[in-house]
């Protein structure tokens, strides 16, 4: 698929996230409405508050500097303070859009909806949106933080907390995006001559896939364990405004947490450990597949093709989380999915480092080159 015609479903789609995410951000003002607790519980109604707030246009209470007070300075310091807020917003959303249409136009691309193809471009492209909605948080978070009107006290922690605030919303906005996306392309692609796929080795997309995965299994096994991640996030010490950066390393560097069976049932202990194993399973799985689906395995569309395959397994466990969880019936319906998304920064990390070192091992296996065109379309050509 070329890339004007792939330019189509990609707007299409940053658009409709764009929207989608801005509306959930307006709907926030209606959890504020009296009666809302006689439709959700108390829990539920504090849970979708937060699912929202990073996308509410509204500042939030107690944002603005304690410092401003009485009269006209006090004024002047809410001005200044919600301009800022507002500019983070503003910020937040276009970066959402750019990200969004980059990696879209690249995955309907390398990825077209043709030839049994369309289920991996609809899984590819849905698992880049809370991609594309973490990087735009990141990068709007200093304008957050200084909306706050103590953005110079515990930075980096901070920028840890605004990171991990995208919530579940982007999960289920990015599934509406997906499907709009992929329809789009479908029709798009219409008309289009058929691209070929990779001549890939069974053996070569195996060995790329285990090094891949690999490398997603040193996050969730390695640095994941208890004593390895509080060392991470104890051991590196600061000062002033870069104090403390255990706790953005904590967010780029942990897809999960896990400790020995000493401290609970053998039993619990082993069904966890079975979730861990479930998302490098999806991993390995989705990275075997990766060469053969690209029309081109070239290194971006690899390197985000790793990451979407690192999101899948990353949310594959956490749906397994939450059937083995126990806490709804005290914390309300919502509390259910309050996990769903989180993560995504590590993920974006290794999935980043393990579709690079996929990529060496299949250039060092003599992988990757395209397949013959069809006998009918050679025959075509001759004549």
């Not at 299949?362 to 050509?381: C, D, H, I, M, N």
């Amino acid at each position: 698929m070329t890339y004007r015609r792939a330019v189509i479903p990609a707007l299409v789609g940053g658009l409709l996230i764009t929207l989608l995410l801005w509306w959930a951000g307006a709907s926030m003002q209606a959890l504020q409405l009296r009666g809302t607790t006689s439709v959700f519980d108390i829990q539920s109604v504090t849970e979708l508050r937060r699912w929202l707030a990073p996308w509410s246009y509204d500042l939030p209470t107690g944002s603005l500097s304690d410092g401003a007070a009485g009269g006209d300075t006090a004024s002047t310091g809410d001005t200044r303070y919600s301009d800022l807020y507002g500019t983070a917003m503003q910020i937040r959303f276009v970066t959402l859009f750019v990200f969004f249409l980059a990696g879209a136009l690249l995955l309907v691309h390398r990825i077209p909806p043709t030839q049994g193809r369309t289920p991996a471009t609809l899984l590819a492209v849905w698992a880049w949106a809370p991609v594309a909605a973490t990087l735009a948080v990141t990068v709007s978070a200093p304008w957050l933080i200084a909306s706050r009107g103590h953005g110079s006290y515990r930075f980096l922690p901070q920028l840890a907390g605004v990171i991990a605030s995208s919530g579940p919303v982007t999960v289920f906005a990015g599934l509406l995006t997906a499907l709009a996306t992929v329809l789009v392309a479908r029709v798009t692609i219409k008309g289009a001559e058929p691209q070929p796929r990779q001549s890939v080795l069974p053996r070569a997309a195996r060995l790329a896939a285990s090094v891949g995965t690999a490398v997603v299994a040193l996050s969730l096994v390695i640095l994941s364990y208890q004593s390895v991640a509080a060392w991470i996030q104890t051991s590196f010490g600061g000062g002033g405004l870069l104090s403390e950066p255990g706790d953005l390393l904590r967010q780029w560097l942990l897809l999960g947490a896990w400790t020995g069976p000493a401290t609970g049932p053998l039993g619990d202990w082993l069904l966890y450990r079975a979730v861990d194993v479930l998302m490098l399973v999806v991993v390995w799985w989705a990275l075997r597949l990766l060469p053969g689906l690209l029309t081109r395995t070239t290194a971006p569309a690899t390197v985000v093709g790793a990451v979407c395959a690192t999101v899948w397994g990353l949310l594959a466990s956490q749906v397994l989380h939450m059937a083995i969880d126990d806490t709804v019936d005290v914390w309300g319906p919502v509390y259910l999915f309050s996990k769903l998304g989180t993560g995504i920064p590590a993920a974006l990390t290794f999935g980043i480092l393990a579709g690079s070192a996929a990529l060496v091992t299949l250039r060092l296996a003599g992988a990757g080159t395209p397949a013959s065109p069809p006998v009918k379309q050679a025959s075509e050509v001759s004549r």
